[in-house]
């Protein structure tokens, strides 16, 4: 059984109704892993598509495993962004805060946005394909 944390990216891929998300969540549950969202990713969504506005993912959102924030993801999410910066990457406070809690709860982060977490310390799942270098 995984643990997997949410990145708004795949709320609003599943918005969207994207084949290759709806497999992974299908697939996801078919396999009794847990699938997760945290404050940040809720809050992020909802600034895009308030509660009411679409049924079918109000409802599945109710379902997902709530991943708490903490003052020690916090912290992380600090740390994460001082270190990454140190290195010339800017990394929001929000992406710092979502992958501190993915870390802190041993969850595999899936995410459209690869690039939004450069943590070499956190697993993390791209369901689109890497866009290849020219």
Do not use: W
Not at 14 to 39: E, I, K, N
Not at 46 to 69: E, K, N
Not at 72 to 94: C, H, M, N, P, T
Request: proline share 6%.
């Amino acid at each position: 059984m995984t643990l997997y944390l949410l990145d708004t990216s795949v709320l609003i891929d599943l918005q969207h109704r994207l084949p290759a998300t709806q497999l992974f969540v299908a697939r996801a549950v078919a396999s009794a892993d847990t699938l997760a969202s945290c404050a940040v990713t809720v809050a992020e969504f909802r600034s895009g598509s308030p509660r009411g506005h679409s049924m079918p993912i109000d409802a599945f959102m109710d379902l997902l495993l709530d991943l708490p924030l903490t003052p020690a993801i916090a912290e992380k999410a600090g740390d994460y962004r001082f270190r990454l910066a140190g290195l010339g990457v800017q990394v929001s406070i929000a992406d710092a805060l979502i992958a501190a809690t993915a870390l802190a709860h041993g969850a595999t982060l899936v995410t459209e946005n690869r690039k939004d977490f450069p943590m070499d310390d956190l697993t993390v799942l791209s369901l689109r394909p890497e866009p290849r270098a020219t």
